[in-house]
């Protein structure tokens, strides 16, 4: 992930939303706990690489968590956290924000 450059917390937020998917895999995760290939799925061009390094930073910020249940093969699950729950109502406003904002620019 990228350093931070300030000891804003807008900026180190924004570190972790930062990038094409990120945003769209808690987007996915917002209906429920998905697995994997699940994931991939919804986010059609998002690689194995990428999805699997973006799971990481975000579970590793505490925001996705990873569920291995014990079957074989052994099944992963990523779940929405609690700090993830809260972050999903902000971008959906910052969603709507840029519809407004798009829609008012173009009329």
Known sequence: ?????????LEAALLLLSGRWRTLILYSL????????????NNPGLSQQM?????????????????????VPP???????????RLIPILKELGDWWVITKNRDTA
Do not use: H, I, W
């Open 1 to 9: 992930m990228k350093t931070e450059v300030s000891e804003c917390p």
């Open 30 to 41: 917002s209906e429920g706990p998905m697995r994997f290939n699940n994931l991939q799925r």
């Open 51 to 71: 999805l699997s390094r973006d799971l990481k930073e975000l579970e590793s910020a505490g925001v996705v968590s990873r569920t291995v249940n014990p079957t």
């Open 75 to 85: 099944q992963v699950e990523y779940a929405l956290t609690n700090a993830g729950e």
